[in-house]
Structure formats: C-alpha cells, structure tokens
C-alpha cells in the first residue's frame, strides 16, 4: 500500500523560501501525476500544482510565479518550493497522488499533511 | 478556472437521515471529472468519488455521487457516526483543478 509523508521545516519566515519534501513507500513514483495541496488552519483546499513522473508540471496560475516542484526518482521524492512567502502562505500542506495513472487529477492517497507557519 | 460552490454550507441531521450535498460548477466540467473528498478534524482528506459517480476502494455504498455537466450531488444514505464531517467536491476537467468550498455536516 502506497504511503506518502510530508517533511520539512515547520516555521519560515517572512520573504524566505518554503521548501517541504514528500517521500514514497510502498510503490514507485513511476507512471503518476503527483501534487501538492494546501489548507490554510480552519479553510478550504487550493491546489498547488502537479508533476508528472516524467518531470512535466503544472502550477496554479494564482502560484505560478514563486512556485517549484521537482522530483527524484533515485529517492522516491518530490519536492515542493515556494519562495517569498508571506504569512498568507501559513497551511497545512498536503502531498498526494493520483488515484490511476490513467486519470490526473483525483487525488488518493494523500500524506497526513504537515502545518508551516510564516512567521518572524 | 471553474469555481465551485457548494450547498448548503452546514447541514444539520441526524444519524439515520439522508444527506444530499449539492456541488455547482460555473461552466461544465468535461468528462464529469468531479470528485468528492470527507476530511475529518485533524487529518487529510480522503477520496470517497471520482467520475461524478464512482465509488473509491473501500467506500460504503451508502455513499454515492450523481450529476454531469455543472451540477453535482453527493448522497448518504442514512448517515453513520463516522460520516460527520466535511465534505469537498473538486473538479479535475480543467487546469487549475480547483475545490468547493466544502459542506459541513453536523449532528443535529
């Protein structure tokens, strides 16, 4: 059964860069779309964007201009940057992958999520 | 980007009742690519339909998905204790895949 678990710093201050790794056990990151979602405490859900294993991406317009993902299939990771964060930028941030490789966009599983404050 | 808007925004019933969440598109979402996610307090959420209708693995068939076009409804069908929650529709038609804003539903 495919698990996916968020890591990185918990606090980034204002105008510095956000950067959380998503690790894949279980199964290979080969054949799937895999995103990133976020959650602000007590909101809805945006999408970030998505990369595909091959290494094409899709962003967010509303993000597209500070955001990153990459992936090393070497570590079964992706990654996710966001740079010149502000405190609107505090969420839950989630990792998940896709349900079947043969559809983007439904997301199952997901990670348990990982809480990043923007703070000074 | 297709907004979502999701009705009502608290749904309050009991357990046994009958739960429809309506999830409306501003245009159509091709191939119904329209999911449904329940989140509890404190966790992820967790995919329950995809294709509009589709049930997820695992999921009761108390729980079922309708709807095309730009108008989506999530039934349960006599509510269990462990379907109080939120529930987000989501659409995967167009890029930014984008969420209603989610429906709570509470004990009555």
């Keep these: 059964q495919v698990q996916l678990q968020e890591s990185g710093p918990g606090l980034v201050k204002p105008s510095e860069t956000l950067s959380l790794t998503c690790t894949v ?3 290979s990151i080969g054949g799937y779309y895999w995103s990133w979602i976020r959650q602000p405490p007590g909101k809805g859900l945006e999408w970030i964007g998505y990369i595909y294993y091959t290494g094409g991406t899709i962003y967010n317009p509303s993000l597209r201009r500070r955001v990153s993902l990459s992936l090393d299939m070497s570590k079964n990771q992706f990654s996710l940057s966001l740079k010149s964060v ?10 998940a992958r896709d349900r079947s490789v043969r559809v983007a966009g439904e997301f ?3 990670g348990q999520g990982m809480l990043v404050t923007v703070s000074s | 980007e297709i907004e979502l808007t999701q009705s009502p925004g608290t749904l309050s019933l009991s357990p046994g009742e009958r739960a429809s969440l309506s999830c409306r598109a501003s245009q159509t979402i091709s191939g119904s690519h329209l999911a449904w996610y329940q989140q509890k307090p404190g966790q992820a959420p967790r995919l329950l339909i995809y294709g509009a209708s589709s049930r997820a693995s695992g999921i009761p068939d108390r729980i079922s998905g309708s709807g095309s076009g730009t108008d989506f409804t999530l039934t349960i069908s006599g509510l269990e204790p462990e379907d109080f929650a939120v529930y987000y ?12 804003q989610g429906t709570k539903v509470e004990v009555k």
């Design chain 1, 108 to 110: 199952d599983p997901w």
């Design chain 2, 89 to 100: 529709c989501q659409q995967s038609g167009s890029t930014p895949w984008t969420f209603g």
């Design chain 1, 25 to 27: 056990s279980g199964g």
């Design chain 1, 86 to 95: 502000t405190a609107a930028d505090t969420a839950f941030y989630y990792c």
